[in-house]
């Protein structure tokens, strides 16, 4: 095993299936001389060449466009999206076309591709470099979303959405590019399901789900209130669509307790879904109301260091809603 960051486990999954399958191509705003605006791609052009690493115009639907259309044609294009923010413009091509082509085919035509976008706040970037986008195309069916919390599952979830033969939509949390390490194996190749959510940290008490960077922060907010006596499990989702159902009620037939947090807007956020799953199967087993923690209802994270810190949940908020829960 090695340690390494998020964006180096991103890295090694793109560079092994461009190895594995000569189909496989990344294309994109700066994925090649410069490696990315992360230097997520950084080395992939000199190793593979600029047919296979394709710098693109500033053209979000562009670069969608062009993945839909290779993939139909048996190609398996990664299309990165500098930040998440920018994807509005290829919206109606992953909407209405990538969702929807193997169901309109009558399942003659698939579309194999992976649409990759660094999302959500923390690093200073302001309105239009912090976005979080998940919860708009967790409501699309034909689409699958996924967002890993550490380097090990981005690896092995990165490479598992490149072979599947659907379109996949792959939200890395930037904040934790280099902040998140984790060991992954040196010379074993593996992939991590799509599907499964994973319980990260066993407990009694209560139980907390999240994803991405939250996830990180909570499994440090549980340990901090585990010196409380407070025994929180920890489920990270991972795949938000399609949803784990068992995993997030059985947790919740255990604990009876619920705490869900995601860093978009609070309102119409992911945290809603998993709310209403849990409302819908799991009322019964609940001794407290199910509680989310989300982004506050303002249009965007501010550029604003201190307000920005107002902004995003971070371990002491997460440690803060754990003790009001645990308390009921």
Not at 160 to 176: H, L, Q, T
Not at 299 to 310: D, K, N, T
Request: charged share 25%; proline share 6%.
């Amino acid at each position: 095993m090695a340690e390494i960051t998020l964006v180096e486990a991103i890295r090694q999954a793109m560079d092994e299936e461009l190895a594995h399958d000569e189909n496989v191509f990344i294309i994109g705003e700066d994925v090649g001389v410069r490696g990315g605006v992360f230097r997520a791609t950084v080395g992939l052009f000199d190793k593979y060449g600029g047919d296979r690493v394709i710098d693109s115009p500033l053209a979000e639907l562009t670069i969608v466009g062009v993945g839909v259309g290779a993939a139909l044609y048996g190609k398996r294009p990664i299309c990165e999206i500098q930040f998440a923010d920018f994807i509005y413009p290829a919206f109606n091509q992953i909407v209405s076309e990538a969702a929807k082509m193997y169901y309109r085919s009558n399942g003659e035509w698939s579309v194999p591709m992976v649409i990759r976008a660094p999302y959500g706040g923390g690093i200073g970037g302001g309105l239009y470099h912090s976005q979080s986008v998940e919860a708009f195309f967790t409501h699309v069916p034909g689409l699958k979303v996924v967002i890993p919390s550490n380097p090990y599952d981005a690896k092995g979830l990165l490479k598992s959405a490149v072979r599947d033969p659907n379109p996949v939509m792959f939200f890395e949390p930037k904040k934790g590019y280099r902040l998140i390490k984790g060991d992954v194996p040196d010379d074993e190749e593996y992939t991590v399901p799509i599907g499964p959510a994973k319980v990260a940290r066993k407990g009694s008490d209560l139980s907390l789900f999240a994803y991405g960077m939250m996830h990180h922060y909570a499994l440090k907010a549980a340990q901090m209130v585990a010196d409380e006596g407070i025994d929180v499990e920890v489920i990270d989702l991972r795949t938000l669509y399609p949803v784990d159902r068992e995993t997030i009620l059985s947790s919740i037939r255990k604990t009876s307790k619920a705490l869900i947090v995601h860093e978009d807007n609070l309102t119409g956020g992911y945290g809603a879904e998993i709310a209403a799953t849990i409302a819908e199967w799991s009322f019964m087993d609940l001794d407290a109301p199910v509680k989310r923690l989300g982004g506050p209802d303002v249009p965007a994270v501010p550029f604003s260091h201190p307000m920005q810190e107002w902004f995003m949940v971070n371990t002491d908020k997460i440690a803060d809603a754990i003790r009001e829960l645990a308390s009921f």
